[in-house]
């Protein structure tokens, strides 16, 4: 079922979606690795920094992304770090009969199947910016719902603060999680309860309109397109509700690198580069990255 709803404030116009082509090409702007030992952050750097491509080049407006560029260079370092081949690897992963235990502050834990998850609310289409920690940007067609209808059915008690977001843990097939010693498998992440709620946050279960392939999360993740691309986590298998701020894979990973609430924000450097601009696959120009990504007038009145 589609819904077909009228447009709202935050719609970006069509043409700024990523063309899937370009999308898939990011490997070629950008060479950095994301290693999971301590060393290895510290070796991370964007390429070129974001910094020196903006002197070089001026920031632009963002254009149109294609989808075969988004399918074959990705974030998912349950499958490696090598963002060309990660979309092989990720096929590896079962989807079938996927489920979501949801448990912690909540009236009822219970067992939610995705294949009729899917089916439990109207479907949308949400063409959001996604801003890396890396500093680069897409803009992608995501298909799915908001999470704030599903939250509303699971009816978490008044105690509950914030939400805790799991992926699956399953070192066989996604070989790294064999390194729990250096790193904290499962990947984890973490929203207030406030922030899942809001009307942009969203539960993606299709992509360029077909339904999501493993390498982007399969068959369902977190969207938060105003906060770094690493809160929107991939093939979720759980849903908690905390008083207590959780823990996540990264604040637990590199606690003065990361912080839990990772709103994109120009005025404030990652630790080893700034994030004042963004590269855009598939061009030689950068853009300013914009507060909250572009979204300040939707979420700014969270933080006052
Ligand atoms: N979710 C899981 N489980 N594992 C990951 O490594 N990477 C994050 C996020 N979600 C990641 C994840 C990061 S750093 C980014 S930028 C986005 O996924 C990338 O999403 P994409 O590959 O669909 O573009």
Not at 15 to 40: C, G, W
Not at 121 to 137: I, K, M, N
Not at 281 to 290: A, I, M, R, S, W
Request: net charge negative; aromatic share 14%.
């Amino acid at each position: 079922m589609t819904w077909i709803k009228t447009p709202k404030d935050w719609e970006l116009p069509n043409q700024e979606i990523t063309p899937e082509d370009i999308y898939l090409r990011r490997r070629e702007f950008l060479s950095t690795t994301l290693k999971f030992s301590a060393a290895a952050l510290m070796s991370m750097q964007p390429f070129p920094s974001p910094l020196q491509a903006a002197e070089i080049n001026p920031p632009e407006k963002v254009e149109y992304t294609p989808e075969s560029i988004a399918s074959r260079f990705n974030n998912f370092y349950e499958f490696g770090v090598e963002k060309d081949q990660l979309w092989k690897s990720a096929r590896k992963l079962q989807t079938e009969n996927w489920t979501i235990e949801v448990g912690g502050l909540v009236k009822k834990p219970k067992t939610l199947e995705v294949d009729s998850l899917i089916h439990r609310f109207p479907e949308e289409e949400r063409v959001y910016r996604l801003r890396c920690v890396e500093a680069w940007s897409v803009v992608i067609p995501w298909l799915g719902f908001p999470l704030r209808l599903l939250i509303d059915q699971l009816e978490p008690l008044p105690s509950a603060r914030y939400v805790k977001f799991t992926t699956f843990l399953l070192p066989n097939i996604a070989l790294p999680q064999k390194n729990r010693f250096w790193e904290p498998w499962p990947y984890t992440e973490g929203l207030t309860l406030e922030e899942a709620r809001h009307d942009l946050t969203f539960m993606a279960t299709g992509i360029y309109g077909h339904p999501l392939p493993g390498q982007h999360g399969a068959p369902i993740r977190l969207v938060v397109p105003w906060k770094y691309g690493f809160k929107s986590i991939k093939s979720i298998v759980g849903i908690d509700f905390t008083d207590k701020m959780p823990e996540t894979f990264y604040t637990s990973l590199s606690p003065l690198e990361y912080d839990f609430s990772a709103n994109v924000n120009p005025a404030i450097p990652y630790a080893r580069w700034h994030q004042a601009f963004e590269r855009i696959p598939g061009k030689e120009e950068t853009e300013e990255t914009l507060l909250y990504n572009g979204y300040a007038e939707q979420v700014a009145s969270m933080y006052p």
